[in-house]
């Protein structure tokens, strides 16, 4: 005879298996995010270093000659919701320091969208008397159209310098917003040669494990753009003025900022920088760790400086001089939300 079922034993194990499988998402959370941190550079030492509350940096690998690329990674006892909402800001970024002036740029903007971006008398007079090389980050028709300026009247000359030079901040914009990195003109240097950011952003682009696996559509996207942008991500265009090497630098940006999991993904590239170094990208975001959050950022960053004789020491002083912004921007980041050790 067949025998009953003893439903107590039954309850009693479909409760123990709804309180495991309760627990399962959780470890399984913290797997997935492990396994992110692995993509984004970490090896399993440096992961659990995160426990001790402080930032984790670590070298990236290098594809270029003229390429500094770091990561790092910050676990902080604070809610996903409040790390994603800080990194979402558009203008200043949240991890910028050190800048004087900002703004966002728009189709119809104009040279007026830099309205509040100064030049020093000193700038004003090396541009007019700019020659190929490595002080300014210009191509050969730039460098051209500012010596058409020198006949200028003394009292208007500099206005006249300063309204061009805004008038090729746009330009650039203009022709990267229309064109993507194949639009951005290269940078004549000494003895016909160029520095083309074009190849060093598809590069940087081509590099980015994570987006690739997380995200193809944008990965895609954001090699190709202006390719339009998959459902869900939205897009920016800021513009900085900062002291690059203690001189006035406006840079140019292209901002772009997923949700991923509740938290979020940001990428930025500069397409322009004036002067100091070509280019740079750098891949930011947030997920959910623990009891908090991890805040982790990719930056590579483009320099002729790094190039030729000694390349290799520039290289460890560049990457030691990269490593300390972004402690700077990550230690800037805990202030805002009240973490700091």
């Not at 079922?5 to 492990?34: C, D, G, K, Q, Y």
């Not at 746009?170 to 064109?179: L, P, S």
């Not at 290289?315 to 990550?330: A, E």
Request: glycine letters at 6%; a negative charge.
């Amino acid at each position: 005879m067949p025998r009953k079922p003893n439903h107590a034993i039954a309850i009693a194990w479909l409760l123990s298996v709804s309180i495991f499988l309760r627990a399962m998402p959780a470890f399984a959370e913290s797997r997935t995010v492990e396994e992110t941190l692995s993509l984004l550079g970490m090896d399993r030492g440096q992961i659990a270093e995160l426990a001790q509350g402080q930032p984790v940096t670590f070298a990236l690998s290098e594809s270029s000659t003229d390429e500094l690329a770091m990561g790092i990674v910050w676990y902080l006892p604070v809610s996903l919701a409040r790390a994603a909402e800080q990194l979402r800001q558009e203008n200043p970024d949240p991890l910028d320091v050190d800048v004087t002036a900002y703004g966002l740029l728009t189709e119809h903007g104009g040279a007026a969208s830099f309205a509040s971006a100064v030049l020093s008398r000193a700038e004003i007079e090396a541009l007019l008397d700019t020659e190929p090389g490595d002080e300014f980050n210009l191509s050969a028709s730039e460098i051209d159209s500012f010596k058409t300026l020198r006949q200028t009247s003394p009292e208007a000359i500099e206005d006249a310098v300063l309204q061009h030079y805004r008038e090729v901040l746009f330009q650039r914009f203009e022709a990267y917003r229309r064109g993507g990195t194949y639009a951005i003109a290269p940078y004549v240097r000494e003895g016909n040669r160029d520095s083309k950011p074009s190849l060093e952003l598809r590069q940087a682009a081509n590099a980015s494990v994570v987006l690739a696996s997380y995200f193809p559509a944008l990965y895609k996207a954001w090699l190709d753009y202006p390719k339009p942008l998959p459902p869900g991500a939205d897009e920016a265009f800021p513009w900085v003025e900062k002291k690059v090497e203690g001189r006035p630098a406006v840079i140019l940006r292209h901002r772009i900022s997923t949700d991923w999991n509740g938290g979020v993904l940001s990428l930025t590239r500069e397409f322009y920088a004036p002067h100091s170094y070509n280019s740079s990208q750098w891949i930011t975001g947030c997920l959910a760790y623990r009891d908090g959050t991890v805040v982790f950022q990719q930056v590579r960053s483009y320099t002729d400086q790094v190039r030729g004789i000694a390349s290799d020491v520039k290289h460890i002083i560049g990457r030691q001089i990269l490593k300390d912004k972004m402690l700077k921007s990550f230690k800037r980041l805990c202030g805002v939300l009240g973490q700091c050790q």
